[in-house]
């Protein structure tokens, strides 16, 4: 029984297959696969062994007529394509309604109430007294249509309106929980 790894012998001959036929030289074999390749990319329309070109889209213009990508551009127009690009331009336009709060309110509403946050559609305000947060909560509809001709329709969908804030008995970075000022003794 003949192994795997020996050679193949031809009866009548007693030499070794690799003896017997002619094979090409390893170099000529890569010779032959490069051209191969090369003659591929030249069908593709692409020049082997040549630098490779820029595109005249993917490069700027460094010098003609009418405005390129490395000339100065206005701030203005460069914040925007920021927003736009990441974006913020919601939260942008809410912070700048926040800002302009008594103009969209009234003044006499802006003493009495504050914007906390705004996040995920819900815009969040408080007010100074109870009194005030229920007059807030009946104007809801009204200040919806209000923030929709401001920042756009669909960027604050709800508004939270909350009461005072009680006083905060914590002090310090640590504390416990308990059951608050009750547990003095004098």
């Not at 002619?22 to 696969?33: D, G, H, M, N, Q």
């Not at 939260?91 to 926040?98: E, N, P, Q, R, Y």
């Not at 906390?116 to 200040?143: C, G, I």
Request: hydrophobic share 35%; aromatic share 4%.
């Amino acid at each position: 029984m003949r192994g795997d790894d020996e050679p193949q012998t031809d009866p009548e001959d007693p030499r070794p297959v690799k003896d017997r036929t002619e094979l090409t030289p390893p170099s000529a074999v890569a010779r032959e696969a490069l051209n191969r390749a090369k003659a591929a990319a030249r069908a593709k329309g692409l020049r082997p062994g040549s630098p490779a070109r820029r595109s005249p889209l993917a490069e700027p213009r460094l010098s003609g007529q009418g405005p390129g990508a490395r000339d100065p551009q206005l701030l203005s127009d460069v914040l925007g394509r920021l927003m736009r690009d990441k974006g913020w331009t919601a939260d942008v336009s809410v912070g700048g309604v926040i800002g302009r709060w008594p103009e969209v309110v009234g003044a006499q509403v802006a003493d009495h109430c504050q914007p906390e946050t705004f996040e995920e559609k819900v815009l969040v305000v408080r007010a100074d007294s109870t009194a005030w947060a229920t007059q807030v909560r009946l104007l809801v509809p009204t200040l919806l249509r209000r923030l929709a001709e401001e920042v756009g329709e669909g960027v604050v969908e709800q508004v939270t309106v909350l009461g005072p804030a009680g006083p905060g008995f914590r002090r310090g970075r640590r504390s416990v929980r308990g059951p608050g000022p009750r547990d003095t003794y004098g």
